[in-house]
């Protein structure tokens, strides 16, 4: 039997470069892993996410340097193996503060979309100093402004779904101001791009809020035309519910 903490609150992502020595925070994102909206249905690679996430604080932000990711990083140097690359720490905010859940070796999905598109900065010279153990003469520039990404998959993930269905209004969806759209799962055939995995596209914006973020990302999937496809309706609903809030 396997006997595990159970913990109550609100998840975070949180990542960091690291040189093997120094490490350097990201931005922070919050996903959503189920499938259906309400946070129902069966776990996924992720359905949706933002950037940053309200929860993290610049005090938790430190908190989780100096209490976790540090440590970590001296104990993997003291063992013989110092880590340079990306570290992703998933994390759990609970009323005792942070507690890591898991570590990847890795970026998100989706949440490496809603960083780049946060990102100012040119990240190749950061990644390159992780190598050559410089990254404490390195930083990184952020706008401002919140990211939302919605995840469009194909009907039946994350279970059994066809490939090959078209999608159509790409480009239209694309000129909605603040849209990107990530290509996940597709095939160029033809003039046709079709979809070719479970998680598809990753319809991304940015804006002043996350509300409006979260309205120019669904005005954006309106105009996609792929009936073989979905998505969840509510992804941002934790932050969106926070900024009204505040007001």
């Keep these: 039997a396997v006997v595990e903490e159970f913990m109550v609150g609100e998840e975070a992502s949180f990542f960091v470069l690291c040189d093997g020595e120094h490490a350097l925070p990201m931005a922070t994102a919050q996903d959503h892993k189920r499938a259906f909206d309400g946070d129902k249905g069966p776990n996924t690679g992720g359905m949706g996410a933002y950037s940053p996430a309200p929860v993290m604080t610049q005090a938790l932000t430190r908190q989780v340097m100096d209490e976790i990711i540090y440590p970590t990083l001296r104990a993997l140097s003291a063992m013989g193996t110092p880590y340079k690359g990306v570290l992703f720490a998933g994390l ?13 070796v890795r970026f998100g ?12 900065s040119d990240i190749v010279p950061a990644l390159l100093a992780c190598c050559e153990g410089q990254l404490d003469k390195v930083s990184l520039d952020w706008f401002p402004d919140p990211a939302l990404t919605v995840v469009m998959a194909a009907k039946g993930y994350p279970g059994t779904y066809e490939k090959g269905t078209r999608i159509a209004g790409l480009d239209r969806a694309a000129k909605i101001p603040g849209v990107e759209i990530f290509h996940a799962g597709t095939l160029a ?6 979809a070719n995995g479970g998680r598809v596209l990753d319809v991304t914006a940015s804006a002043k809020t996350v509300a409006e973020a979260q309205r120019r990302a669904y005005e954006a999937i309106g105009v996609i035309n792929w009936p073989e496809g979905f998505c969840r309706r509510d992804i941002g609903w934790q932050a969106v519910a926070r900024e009204r809030r505040g007001k």
């Design 189 to 194: 055939s033809g003039d046709w791009i079709l």
């Design 92 to 104: 759990m905010i609970t009323e005792e503060g942070p507690q890591l859940i898991e570590y990847n």
């Design 109 to 120: 999905d989706p949440e490496c979309q809603v960083l780049m598109l946060r990102m100012m």
